[in-house]
């Protein structure tokens, strides 16, 4: 995405703004200057990559315990699994806080759609409302700790 110069350069057009209306330019320029990857790109196009969510920590314990068989050459194996167990300990620990990308226009997140040209060239910018939608997925299940027991025997 292109970001313009700085607010009222007239490098891109808002769709629904007059000349003596400009709110979508200052809910534009509102989210831009919030955010450290869009000020950065002032005047140019946004770098791929040039945000990130918070990175997130998590290890597994595994415990294992070999158990003899019905004959010298079998044997048992007993393995208990705890996946993401620091979030068994403190469940502030390795869950993934993040934005929803579910939108109406599809699975993609945006707070601005390019929407045409005007007759003199210039990009056409729809603003749409940013909805804070910062969801835990620990509250889905996805990032919480899980145990697992697995038994195995070898012949």
């Known amino acids: 995405m292109y970001v313009p110069t700085a607010p009222g350069s007239g490098e891109v057009v808002f769709l629904g703004d007059t000349a003596t209306n400009k709110t979508n330019e200052t ?10 990857a869009l000020r950065d790109a002032k005047g140019s196009v946004v770098s791929r990559n040039s945000a990130f969510a918070p990175f997130v920590n998590s290890f597994d314990v595994r415990f294992s315990q070999e158990l ?21 300990i403190n469940n502030r620990w390795g869950r993934t806080n993040e934005m929803g990308f579910q939108s109406a226009g599809g699975n993609r997140r945006t707070f601005v759609n390019y929407v045409g040209l005007d007759p003199n060239g210039k990009y056409i910018y729809q603003v749409n409302p940013v909805v804070d939608d910062y969801t835990l997925r620990q509250v889905k299940g996805e990032s919480q700790w899980a145990m697992q027991v697995t038994a195995k025997y070898e012949f």
Not at 27 to 36: H, Q, Y
Request: zero cysteines.
């Open 27 to 36: 809910l534009f320029w509102s989210i831009v200057d919030a955010n450290k």
């Open 68 to 88: 003899p068989g019905f004959t010298a050459k079998h044997k048992g194996i007993l393995t208990l699994d705890i996946l993401n167990f620091g979030n068994l």
